[in-house]
């Protein structure tokens, strides 16, 4: 499976930005697929998750201003994230896993990260 994340870019704090992550490849396969973050200098950490049936998980910190969704062919998931803060500079990069989801950084496949800028 390869994922292409994609939607990265520069906003101001109090924007919006749409992520997407596109996979190809074995995708007859049902995944739980997730997205994580890298701050400059820090881990990656959680951001958000959606299970095959839907169910969706956040982070706290984003709670409220980011939804992940999934596309009419669950292929392709999306993160909507308003309401931007400096704090959510990352890198961002989504994942998938055929078990299911986990907020921990144990999924089986990543996509390269796109870059989200947030300025003050």
């Known amino acids: 499976v390869q994922l292409q994340a994609s939607g990265g870019g520069l906003v101001q704090a109090g924007g919006s930005l749409r992520l997407s992550c596109a996979a190809s490849?074995?995708?007859?396969?049902?995944?739980?697929m997730g997205w994580f973050r890298q701050p400059p200098g820090k881990d990656r950490e959680f951001v958000a998750a959606?299970?095959?049936?839907?169910?969706?998980f956040y982070a706290d910190s984003v709670k409220g201003r980011f939804t992940i969704s999934r596309g009419n062919a669950k292929n392709t998931v999306y993160l909507q994230m308003n309401s931007l803060k400096p704090d959510d500079t990352a890198v961002y990069y989504c994942?998938?896993?055929?078990?299911?989801?986990?907020?921990?950084?144990?999924?089986?496949?990543w996509g390269r990260g796109t870059l989200v800028t947030v300025s003050s």
């Open positions: 490849g074995r995708t007859s396969s049902r995944y739980g």
């Open positions: 994942a998938a896993d055929p078990r299911g989801v986990s907020k921990s950084p144990e999924y089986d496949y």
């Open positions: 959606i299970g095959w049936s839907g169910s969706t």
